[in-house]
């Protein structure tokens, strides 16, 4: 299994960004996803994810902002971030797990994307 996340880019405090991760490989319409972030000398940290039965879960900082969802037919996940901020500044990376868990660490993640860079001016 390989994901590969796109749509980073440069924008503007208050602006809007849509992330794209696609999977290739045997991919179960019962995995996870997830996005998780990672800026400059920080953790990588949870932002969002999504059950394979519909639920979503998301990190308070983004709640209200972010939306994730997931398009099983093409096997991709994606991020709609709104009214961003300078501290949305990071890496973000999309994730798959196989087994579902009430809760959402990167140690519990199977599968991993290299990440696309999010930068927000202010």
Not at 88 to 102: I, N
Request: net charge positive.
């Amino acid at each position: 299994v390989q994901l590969q996340a796109s749509g980073g880019g440069l924008v503007q405090a208050g602006g809007s960004l849509r992330l794209s991760c696609a999977a290739s490989g045997r991919i179960f319409t019962t995995y996870d996803w997830a996005w998780f972030r990672q800026a400059p000398g920080k953790e990588r940290d949870f932002v969002a994810g999504k059950y394979s039965g519909g639920l979503t879960s998301y990190a308070d900082s983004v709640k209200g902002r972010f939306t994730i969802s997931r398009d099983n037919a093409k096997n991709t996940v994606y991020l709609q971030m709104n009214s961003l901020k300078p501290e949305d500044t990071a890496v973000y990376y999309c994730a798959l797990r196989r087994y579902p868990d009430d809760t959402w660490h990167q140690s519990g993640m199977d599968y991993w994307g290299k990440g696309t860079q999010v930068t927000v001016s202010s």
